[in-house]
């Protein structure tokens, strides 16, 4: 376990950022637990609101954020001044994403529908950050060899392949798997190949006068939406909590 652990993080520099994924994670956890906690009304915890106004938790995850960011970028990979700007990071990023749909909308919509993006957005950035613990390099270059460095010509153009993937994703309305493409080239190839989404830039651009593939590409989203709804709103609602239930007008009025 020792040798292993020397071999993959220490000595690679890893460590900085192993703890900088702990930190947010754990971050994260703890938030959303008071959260829910002072949603209830149980425990000790209120919301911080001086002179009246709400600060919300992004405001000093952002200031965690740049200084953790600016000292790990100064202290380099390896030391205890790394791991600990790497942890006062991770604590920051922790923070800010777990109000990103509050950032992304501009409105406090912690607690509804559209609050569900913040879990996506922790979820997905912890599943990254694993990726890249495991091994995995940006746009799929992994274990580039010394003669292969030196056909740079070979590098760049395996560069420019996976990421022509990655934006096909993007332009088929598919962002999930152009995010996770750009570490694992399989992931964009499949996105690249399949129909794209209905609303999508690429199908209002190709499909407009297509209308078998267009119907196609509803049919497709349609089945794959009510097959993954449900479970990923189940699956987002255990890590942060059910959104508020919009009250139905009475019978009768609109």
Known sequence: ???????????????????????????????????RMIRAGKGPFRNITPGGVHIHHVVPGVVLSVVGGFGAVASGRHGVAAGVFAVIFGVGAGLVLDEFALILHLDDVYWTEEGRQSVEAVVLTASLVLLVLAGFSPLGVDDVTEEEQQGRLGLIATYVINFCFVLICLFKGKLRMAVLGTLV????????????????????????????????????????????????????????GAPDRVPLPPAGKS
């Open 185 to 240: 080239p399989f992931v964009a190839l499949v996105g690249a190949i399949r129909l794209a989404r209905p609303a999508s830039p690429w199908a209002r651009r190709f499909y407009r006068h297509r209308h078998r593939a267009r119907s196609r590409a509803m049919l497709r989203a349609y089945h794959h939406d009510v097959r993954w709804a449900g479970p990923r709103r189940k699956f987002q609602d255990l890590i942060g």
């Open 1 to 35: 376990m020792g040798h292993w652990w020397h071999e993959n993080i220490a000595e690679p520099g890893k460590l900085p950022l192993l703890l900088a994924l702990a930190a947010f994670v754990l971050t994260f956890a703890i938030t959303r637990t008071i959260t």
